[in-house]
């Protein structure tokens, strides 16, 4: 790295089908993230799926999309197979809904099928960066059995 490349440009952590942070991005910060957040720093997750995963340009038009609508503070990244995540930083679970909503808003004329994202909040009792993801998914997966939409983890 010559010093000028910001870590998004590097392949190694990069996206190549979006342009977006990959997951190997995301978890060395979200890991490193996490670790403040036990220091009273809020933060939030958000994984978002996709029900019909654009291909080629549209999945990079998605990509740039999901850029244009991330706070300069947060990250998101594409995990793979129309599956992406969002970290939110100095936000709680309420302040990542509104930012859920807004991501929802936008991001349904851009794809085909349901667009489903399940959020959540840090809480104390979270000891391991594991937890906050499983309660991530676990409102995903109620935001798909739904048939879309923004669901919340519990408290």
């Known amino acids: 790295m010559s010093g000028t490349e910001s870590p998004t440009e590097l392949p190694a952590l990069r996206d190549e089908l ?14 490193y993230m996490f670790e403040g957040a036990d220091r009273g720093v809020p933060m939030a997750l958000m994984l978002t799926s996709v029900g019909d995963v654009p291909r080629g340009e549209a999945m990079r038009a998605l990509g740039a ?19 992406f995540v969002t970290l939110m930083l100095g936000t709680n679970l ?3 809904r509104v930012g859920a909503d807004r991501f929802l808003d936008t991001l349904s004329a851009d794809v085909e099928g349901h667009l489903s994202i399940g959020v959540a909040g840090y809480q104390p009792h979270m ?3 594991s937890q906050l993801i499983g309660a ?20």
Do not use: C, W
């Open 65 to 83: 999309r999901f850029q244009q609508i991330t706070r300069s503070a947060d990250l998101s990244a594409h995990l793979g197979q129309g599956r």
């Open 127 to 129: 000891k391991e960066p």
């Open 18 to 31: 979006t342009g977006l942070p990959n997951r190997l991005h995301f978890e060395l910060i979200y890991n």
């Open 94 to 96: 309420m302040g990542a």
């Open 136 to 155: 991530a998914e676990a409102a995903l997966r109620a935001a798909e059995a739904a048939g879309g939409g923004v669901e919340l983890a519990p408290l």
